[in-house]
């Protein structure tokens, strides 16, 4: 089976995604701290934290640096695996999980209970098309691993969190078609619950994926 071409690996784009990933985490614990009275982790979405309050300020804002810090720590992965010339279908993906992570953080959901806008519908579109391009991007970044590649010895990991990842997705897609189906006030799901076990999940994902950059400063 041919096999693809190796470049370098760069440890200061596992650096700076391991930054990006680990600022984005700092600022989901503040946000589930600080807003536990306003915003029920079991019952609403992590989008919803646009409509808390800090104090005299909208939680809108820390919410998109959350997004954004995630996103510029994944940029930072995808650059990483350019320079180790990695599949250009793995790169795209991994682009388009950071283009949906842009979009989430800039274009707000739509209130829990109220009538869909087109920006909340295309929040929800964007949310579910990175969902599923970052487990299907790490699948394939172990498609065709050799012993020279760095993902190899990850890979049966890397795989059974995209496999976790895409069973997360679909119940959280269930769960949202569920809710507009019976309509919020009969909401029997966790929805909350669930996407946040898909963010835990994927956050493993994307770390999984940083670790061989970060492996080759040790080297």
């Not at 600080?34 to 309050?53: C, D, K, N």
Request: proline share 5%; aromatic share 6%; glycine share 8%.
């Amino acid at each position: 089976m041919p096999t693809e071409s190796r470049g370098a690996v760069s440890p200061l784009h596992g650096r700076l995604a391991l930054l990006g990933i680990g600022s984005a985490v700092l600022i989901a614990t503040d946000l589930h701290l600080r807003l536990s009275a306003q915003i029920s982790p079991v019952w609403q979405t992590l989008s919803e934290y646009v409509y808390g309050r800090l104090g005299d300020h909208s939680a809108a804002r820390l919410f998109a640096v959350m997004c954004l810090a995630l996103a510029l720590g994944s940029l930072a992965l995808l650059a990483g695996l350019v320079k180790a010339r990695r599949s250009p279908a793995v790169v795209v993906l991994l682009g388009v999980w950071c283009a949906g992570l842009t979009v989430c953080a800039t274009v707000p959901v739509d209130p829990n209970g109220e009538a869909r806008s087109f920006d909340g519908q295309l929040h929800n579109a964007a949310a579910l098309t990175a969902f599923l391009a970052l487990p299907t991007a790490a699948w394939l970044l172990t498609r065709r691993g050799g012993r020279s590649c760095p993902w190899e010895p990850r890979r049966t990991t890397i795989r059974r969190l995209a496999v976790a990842s895409f069973a997360s997705v679909a119940v959280v897609l269930g769960g949202f078609v569920f809710t507009l189906l019976t309509g919020p006030a009969h909401q029997e799901v966790t929805l909350g619950l669930f996407e946040r076990l898909l963010f835990t999940v994927d956050l493993a994902l994307l770390l999984t994926m940083v670790r061989p950059l970060l492996a080759a400063s040790r080297r």
